[in-house]
């Protein structure tokens, strides 16, 4: 006899497992998260910026209309429920890296202005970039404080007595036709949120995923406004007080998790050039992403283990996805919901 029965496990406490658990728990369910507390989780030292626009055609983020606003309602019962500071409007201040970038913002403006405007800035701002060729403003754009929000649920589940604190084995796991067996607990599902491990995951390797190594410097800029996002090749994000996310970068063929000095030098020299306030940096850090080629997420039962799951595969949109997607997989693990066609690993083929 196992000593603890439950609806779901969910391996993995990031983004992806902090907001699936939470709408599981929403829904009655009886839930554990298994999560080890790693500091290299891409999560840990994600911006948390949802961006509505993306690319150098400045075109809509993939079903951002429905993601966005189900995002900002989430986190915001979030903060409720936690009573702590989750999300905030902070709107994005693009500033052109060339005259072809400012023409393609005014001919998209023209086409279509949904999320975009060129109100005048304060002469604070600009007075603290060089900007020859102009700005677009991003409006709405919102922060998600991501640390926060996943130390607050962490000690939530611990309060609930819904955490283990471990590092996940599979040498454990025993998935029969009735349950899940991990060690002394048991499950009717368990749903792997594992982030750039799941591509080790061997009931899910088979998905095509493609990490990669994402870099940000924190800096001290004492003098810059914090109530806004600035943008121009790189992107420098408030993060606490005075401490700005500056970054980041896509490293797919990287090495390891460690961060590099070439992404500190030539994100200094990009800094020197574009900023003309004084500035410190704190500390310099990375992690590696759970993404793919196809840029959209894995979500869904395995087809052969049918109590087996994986909610994965948000790349740089954990912030703005992963809470859309979760109400998802809830309705669809509850109540045999569809899964949106893009998302489902339906559209994929995974041997048993």
Not at 208 to 221: D, Q, R, S, T, Y
Not at 246 to 267: I, R
Request: proline fraction near 5%; hydrophobic fraction near 40%.
């Amino acid at each position: 006899m196992h000593s603890s029965h439950y609806d779901m496990i969910i391996v993995g406490q990031g983004i992806c497992g902090t907001v699936l658990s939470s709408s599981l728990i929403l829904q009655g369910q009886k839930v554990l998260v298994i999560d080890d507390g790693s500091n290299k989780a891409a999560s840990k030292i994600a911006s948390g910026v949802i961006n509505p626009v993306t690319g150098r055609r400045i075109v809509k983020t993939w079903q951002i209309d429905d993601v966005m606003p189900a995002a900002v309602r989430i986190y915001q019962a979030l903060e409720k429920k936690l009573g702590t500071s989750i999300v905030k409007q902070c709107n994005i201040v693009n500033f052109h890296a060339s005259e072809q970038m400012q023409q393609a913002f005014a001919d998209r403006i023209a086409e279509d202005p949904t999320y975009l405007s060129t109100p005048p800035l304060s002469n604070t701002i600009s007075a603290a970039f060089d900007a020859p060729f102009g700005h677009t403003v991003i409006d709405p754009c919102w922060l998600i404080d991501v640390e926060n929000l996943l130390h607050h649920w962490r000690q939530y589940l611990i309060e609930k007595n819904a955490l283990l604190q471990d590092i996940f084995d599979f040498k454990k796991l025993d998935s029969k036709a009735d349950q899940i067996v991990y060690g002394n607990y048991s499950a009717n599902k368990i749903i792997f949120c594992e982030g750039a491990k799941g591509e080790v995951n061997p009931y899910f390797k088979q998905l095509p995923f493609a990490p990669n190594k994402g870099e940000a410097l924190l800096v001290n800029i004492k003098d810059l406004d914090n109530r806004y996002i600035y943008k121009k090749a790189l992107s420098i994000v408030p993060w606490k007080d005075s401490i700005f996310w500056v970054g980041s970068n896509y490293e797919w063929n990287h090495h390891n998790d460690e961060p590099s000095l070439a992404f500190k030098e030539k994100t200094i020299a990009a800094l020197n050039e574009w900023l003309k306030l004084p500035y410190q940096v704190e500390d310099h850090i990375a992690a590696i992403r759970p993404a793919n080629m196809q840029r959209r997420p894995f979500v869904g039962m395995h087809p052969t283990y049918t109590n087996m799951g994986i909610f994965n595969g948000m790349g740089t949109k954990g912030c703005s996805l992963a809470p859309y997607f979760a109400e998802q997989m809830t309705g669809h693990i509850l109540h045999q919901a569809p899964i949106d066609n893009e998302a489902t690993i339906d559209r994929f083929h995974i041997l048993a």
